[in-house]
């Protein structure tokens, strides 16, 4: 068992190192390829990338909106990608939406039919949630609210979506026609007048925070597999608590599996691990060596049966997790939940508060770089308050 673990960390170091290498070799080279053709911007993004290592939101938000304006001039596509993310992450969702649409149109050019909010109250919308593969069930999930908006402004709505998300999504907009991304998409495209990828409904609904918060559309899961989980769970009466801790990214910043233990001492609570792969190892550190103190359900598998999964978040009180698809399921789900964040800048969570406009029900705690165990403490907290007002 020592030698297993051992391995375990000696693989994750190894591939945090190579995550970490090919990070720096990526910044480095932009940073010198930029430079060479531009110093003064070259200079301009080394300011205001100092200004986010030190978490100066006050001086980075006016940096990175200079730097937006010049690099749309100049067509600059990663600077876009980079300024897009952080606006958005900084609260400026309006200027954020402008650079992901003037990224597109540098790298595809302005497509014919391309929806930008015009009336189509008489045609076929097609919106595609998944144009590239990077684009998966996070992005589908986090962008469900504008769908539903985008259904309301045509005469029929086509939605493309990865085929584990089809099942929820076809119950939470029943008119809509929710098809699997795959073969079938050209045929798709024929028949709609009109389409939208994820940077068009960035840009026609979610430009202001109230705006976006507003029209939260919470998904629908399947209930009669939520009650029959939840009844299956709470045998014994007590509120339901679902976990995840790890990630295969080895990017992330992520509390160790012991700071998990003080927020799972609460007996009168029933923790649900929402876990994806082998959990046995991580449980027994997770749990002290008790790993009944967190029920794991082998006939849920997220990776196979989202739906399922779906059904196994909403049949939770609330929920406890660090950043990943299981978060943006339970904010769309509208489960009251906990966001573990760690400090790094490329996620999708603002940076400043602990809420987010996409998902109401959800509280962020950000580590913002206190020690893992003051975090932990105030993800407790947070979690006790939910249970006790739901």
């Not at 100049?74 to 606006?87: C, P, S």
């Not at 160790?256 to 927020?263: D, G």
């Not at 996409?358 to 979690?383: F, I, T």
């Amino acid at each position: 068992m020592a030698d297993s673990r051992f391995l375990l960390r000696l693989r994750r170091a190894i591939a945090l190192a190579g995550y970490k290498y090919k990070v720096w070799f990526r910044s480095h080279r932009r940073q010198l390829f930029l430079r060479w053709r531009d110093g003064d911007i070259a200079d301009q993004m080394a300011d205001y990338r100092r200004s986010i290592e030190a978490r100066d939101w006050s001086a980075a938000l006016p940096k990175a909106l200079a730097l937006a304006s010049i690099a749309k001039s100049r067509g600059e596509v990663h600077l876009l990608d980079e300024l897009g993310k952080a606006l958005m992450r900084m609260g400026a969702y309006g200027p954020a939406a402008e650079l992901k649409i003037a990224r597109r149109h540098i790298v595809e050019g302005r497509v014919e039919r391309e929806w930008l909010g015009q009336d189509v109250s008489g045609q076929v919308l097609l919106v595609d949630l998944m144009e590239t593969e990077k684009q998966g069930l996070a992005t589908a999930i986090h962008h469900v609210s504008s769908v539903g908006r985008a259904l309301a402004r045509a005469a029929r709505l086509i939605v493309l979506v990865e085929h584990r998300l089809v099942p929820l999504f076809q119950r939470t907009f029943p008119i809509a026609d929710v098809r699997a991304v795959g073969p079938g998409n050209k045929a798709a495209y024929a028949e709609a007048q009109a389409f939208a990828g994820v940077q068009h409904l960035t840009a026609v609904f979610e430009t202001n925070e109230a705006t976006i918060r507003e029209h939260f559309v919470p998904l629908k899961p399947d209930p009669a597999r939520v009650a029959e989980l939840r009844a299956r769970y709470s045998e014994d009466g007590r509120p339901l608590v679902g976990i995840a801790w790890g990630s295969s990214n080895p990017g992330k910043d992520l509390p160790p599996l012991a700071a998990w233990r003080p927020l799972l001492g609460r007996q009168d609570l029933r923790f649900v691990s929402l876990q994806y792969g082998r959990t046995e190892s991580d449980l027994k550190i997770l749990t002290d060596g008790d790993p009944t103190r967190v029920l794991h359900d082998p006939t849920v598998d997220q990776l196979v049966d989202m739906d399922m999964f779906a059904a196994q978040v909403a049949a939770m009180d609330a929920v406890v997790t660090i950043s990943n698809t299981g978060a943006h399921l339970a904010g769309a789900l509208g489960v009251p939940s906990v966001f573990i964040l760690g400090d790094g800048f490329k996620r999708s969570w603002p940076v400043e508060g602990d809420r987010t406009p996409y998902y109401p029900s959800a509280v962020l705690v950000s580590k913002r770089e206190r020690p893992w165990a003051d975090v932990m403490d105030e993800a407790r907290h947070h979690m006790c308050s939910l249970i006790a007002s739901s």
